[in-house]
């Protein structure tokens, strides 16, 4: 909001109080349409390649219960049609999707002929423990390295730059499989077999979170920077605080927001990119299982897990909206 | 409170009774490192400052004057180098200190103001907290005292409602109340040495007197002001001994009254000339000027037309946006103006007064929601576009940083020649040799076509985008506060040269700043604009003199002044 100065102290009126809480209560109404709009949109455009895919759905099935590769007769596809409602016009056949959607049914699988909500939050628990711990181990990796070597002089800046280039380069699998090398084999400090317990899921956190920490680093090292040659921070400085806690305490503020923007698209990227830490790992999860429903074509678990993925997605990026408001109070006052 | 009252009952304007508080011989600040990149910026400082005194350091960009000031509380800056002969405080040395030592003073015996509460407070934290935090840091009492200290100290540099203010930002507080905040940050523990750095630059007049105001009470309550300022009016309202800095080094100092009326330097002299004000009218600020080549424009100008027809007139310009929570605000009210040819039409305001606006709109580049703007008699909002851009063509328009306005990978000579080309095709052959003879005419020379922007110093450019502005030959430049970001003596230059060019080349001008004294030296008349409203329309000497409008007067009153009479007046009213 420009500020209309009448040369008396008189603050805008967008600054009172309870405007400005009226328009976070719009801001946050407003964001959670979109995010209503969007998960739409994925059911929709998830339902419409489904039905409109090359292959007979009813083939497909048969096929995949049969372990067969054939064409089937019309006799044979009849009651398949009837039982899926493939028969029905696409119009009805929408509306029960996404009323069974609203009623937290995904579906059946074709292969394991199982509803698809049960196999997901059979595998998801893993792989959402995962992927959160990926994230907020590559912060606590981040915020004490960006503290360490940013904004001290451009020699430290460079170095710690370089560094988190070279990590954010590293390929995950290759990350796993030193890993494994180094601690489980050659140290033995942790399991080589893979599970679900704490002790079997810190290398697959470390190995998801090195990359990422690099990321994070990369695009909040430019901010912090940036804010470090604020004239707050003289002012903090003259006020007795010491170069440490005007780091601490003012600048690193000012660097997290583009750093929670990329945690939201990273959110995004491990609960679909974990498929590769859970082979190297042997680890169960739903990478494991959106790889093999994707080789059987069985499309009502793939388009489960896909509508389950974007609807954490979208989610988790609601929750990073919430967050920036705290991080950065200016953005409340705008609409 | 002791230091408060043993301060209240020395008097600031003798010398002799008074306690030496900070002594400096031979200050000396280096950046960089050793060799060709070292940078001697501080050379030789000697400064004295003694109790409930006030001393300024005066001087334009890169004088080493807040370099100076900084290396008093130890922050000089990144990769600096201080020495001196003598660097005492409070009869202890400031030299080689730890920063352990230097926390403890800093806040507490020395406190900091910067220019513009907007960027010089956390923009992310409420300034409440920013004040308790110079408390915390000093282990000053507990949570609930420090909330009662905080509220307490807002109220004394005049913030109302202190307990709903502390709760806001930075950005949330208008201009005055976040540098009353700023400064209650700084002051907090009632520090014996308050720095500050250019404290009112940016301010809007009469916030900046009421900043003045609040400064002037500190001094009342004995604390010890050092003031930096590039700007001698302000500094005539406070200090009490003037420090003029040149190139890092002092070139004269003394009592306020002799440095502003018998400056003993011409460096002196040349600054206090260099600022316009009502006595400048009509005389030269600086000392050189450009040279017109006779010829270098066409005398096909629109010169012959209708002189009875004034060449802009602008008729009840009213002029809405909406805000993105959708609400309209409307900028300008019903403004009207005329501009004739080869005069200087001055727009006077604050900011978001909607001067800036009004010229949108006078150039065509805002559509008005009601009234009309005609050049040379033709209405020239909503015509065709075609015949839009060749009005346009007839008026340039200069900003207040050009550099913004510069395509930063174009050399000079592409910025000139693409403009020359633009108004007029013939001139494709000879456009170096044409865009050669603008920069002299603006004072620079041919060299300098082949350098970058980005390699000028600000006056360079200014000279530039005004040379880009002539040449297209047009009959109107705006001027939209095209001298504000420039140091006094560069200003002197500029506001010369167009006078030069006004008189060589009759363009008339309308010249858009929050500056009374640039208005006042430039204008033949003048607009005075408040909340979108023309308050007051008349020739300069009438505004200025004669006020009519309640604002005016009381922007008038708000305004600094160098002179005497009111030096003296200033001075007894102490």
């Known amino acids: 909001m420009p500020v209309i100065s009448s040369g008396l102290d008189m603050v805008p009126a967008d600054d009172v109080q309870p405007r400005s809480s009226s328009n976070l209560t719009r801001r946050i109404l407003r964001r959670l349409g979109a995010t209503l709009f969007v998960l739409w949109g994925t059911v929709t455009i998830t339902f419409l390649v489904l039905s409109i895919l090359p292959g007979d759905r009813a083939t497909i099935l048969l096929n995949i219960r049969s372990g067969q590769a054939i064409e089937r007769t019309p006799e044979e596809l009849a009651p398949i049609n009837a039982a899926y409602g493939f028969d029905q016009p696409i119009a009805v056949q929408y509306i029960r999707y996404v009323s069974g959607l609203l009623h937290g049914d995904l579906g059946a699988s074709y292969e394991l002929q199982r509803p698809v909500l049960n196999i997901i939050s059979e595998q998801i628990a893993p792989t959402f423990t995962l992927a959160i711990a990926a994230l907020v181990l590559a912060w606590i990796f981040t915020i004490p390295w960006t503290l360490l070597t940013a904004g001290r002089g451009a020699r430290l800046g460079a170095f710690g730059s370089a560094a988190e280039t070279i990590l954010a380069g590293l390929p995950q699998y290759w990350v796993g499989i030193l890993l494994l090398i180094v601690f489980a084999i050659w140290l033995n400090w942790f399991p080589v077999i893979g599970g679900t317990g704490l002790v079997n899921t810190v290398l697959p956190t470390v190995t998801l979170a090195v990359p990422l920490a690099g990321f994070i680093g990369q695009s909040i090292r430019s901010e912090f920077d940036r804010a470090m040659r604020e004239p707050f921070v003289l002012s903090a400085r003259a006020r007795g605080m010491s170069a440490a806690g005007v780091r601490a305490r003012h600048v690193l503020r000012h660097a997290l927001i583009p750093g929670i923007t990329l945690s939201g698209w990273a959110i995004g990227h491990l609960l679909s990119g974990t498929v590769l830490v859970e082979a190297v790992f042997a680890r169960p999860g739903l990478g494991a299982v959106l790889v093999n429903a994707v080789n059987t074509k069985d499309f009502a678990l793939v388009s489960g897990i896909l509508i389950l993925n974007s609807f954490l997605y979208v989610l988790i990026n609601f929750i990073v909206d919430l967050i920036y408001l705290v991080v950065d109070p200016r953005l409340r006052d705008k609409a | ?574």
């Open chain 2, 1 to 574: 409170m002791n230091a408060f009252a043993q301060a209240q009952v020395m008097s600031h304007d003798g010398m002799g009774a008074s306690r030496l508080i900070l002594e400096v011989r031979d200050l000396n600040v280096w950046f960089g490192q050793d060799g060709d990149s070292r940078r001697h910026v501080v050379k030789g400082v000697d400064l004295e400052l003694y109790a409930g005194q006030c001393i300024a350091l005066v001087g334009e960009s890169g004088s080493g004057k807040s370099v100076t000031a900084r290396s008093l509380i130890g922050l000089a800056g990144a990769g600096s180098r201080v020495e001196a002969a003598n660097l005492t405080f409070e009869g202890e040395t400031l030299l080689g200190r730890s920063d352990r030592w230097w926390r403890h003073v800093r806040g507490s015996k020395i406190g900091l103001i910067l220019q513009d509460a907007l960027v010089s407070l956390d923009p992310l934290r409420p300034v409440g907290k920013e004040i308790d935090e110079a408390l915390w840091l000093h282990r000053w009492g507990d949570r609930a005292s420090r909330r009662e200290k905080i509220l307490k100290i807002l109220g004394q540099v005049g913030v109302p409602e202190p307990a709903l203010r502390a709760k806001q930002r930075s950005g949330e507080l208008s201009g005055g109340l976040r540098q009353r905040a700023l400064i209650a940050a700084a002051i907090a523990l009632h520090p014996n040495v308050v720095i500050a750095d250019e404290p009112t630059t940016a301010l809007d007049v009469t916030v900046q007197a009421q900043v003045l105001g609040v400064l002037k009470q500190m001094l009342a309550r004995g604390t010890s002001i050092i003031l930096i300022s590039h700007d001698l009016a302000v500094v005539s309202k406070l200090a009490d001994i003037i420090y003029v800095m040149r190139g890092g080094s002092i070139v004269e100092a003394g009592p306020r009254d002799r440095v502003l009326n018998r400056p003993r330097h011409r460096y002196t002299q040349q600054l206090i000339d260099a600022v316009p004000s009502e006595h400048t009218k009509g005389t030269r600020l600086s000392a050189d000027g450009g040279v017109l080549r006779p010829g270098l424009f066409s005398q096909s100008r629109g010169r012959s037309s209708n002189n009875r027809v004034p060449l802009l007139d602008a008729r009840n310009i009213v002029k809405t946006f909406r805000s993105p929570d959708g609400i309209r605000r409307t900028v300008v009210k019903g403004v009207s103006f005329t501009l004739a040819r080869g005069e200087t039409l001055g727009i006077v305001g604050e900011s978001g007064s909607g001067k800036s606006t009004l010229a949108r709109v006078a150039l065509s580049l805002e559509t008005p929601d009601s009234g009309e703007v005609r050049f040379e008699g033709r209405i020239w909002t909503g015509a065709v576009p075609a015949e839009q851009r060749q009005i346009r063509k007839r008026i340039s328009v200069v900003y207040q940083d050009p550099l913004s306005s510069f395509d930063p990978r174009w050399r000079v000579s592409r910025i000139l020649t693409d403009a020359i080309t633009l108004a007029n095709p013939s001139r494709a052959q000879d456009a170096r040799q044409y865009a050669a003879a603008l920069l002299e005419a603006v004072g620079l020379e041919p060299v300098h076509l082949d350098r970058w922007p980005l390699q000028m110093s600000g006056g360079q450019r200014q000279r530039v985008a005004i040379a880009r502005a002539i040449a297209t030959e047009p009959e109107i430049i705006i001027l939209d506060e095209a001298v504000s970001a420039l140091d006094v003596s560069v200003q002197a230059q500029i506001l010369d040269l167009l006078t030069d060019l006004q008189a060589q080349l009759g363009i008339s001008y309308l010249f858009i700043s929050h500056d009374l004294g640039v208005i006042h030296h430039m204008s033949d008349r003048v607009l005075v604009m408040k909340d979108g409203k023309a308050v007051e329309q008349g020739t300069a000497d009438q505004v200025f003199y004669h006020p009519k409008h309640a604002y005016t007067q009381s922007l008038l009153a708000s305004l600094p002044r160098l002179e005497y009479a009111q030096l003296r007046m200033a001075a007894s009213a102490r």
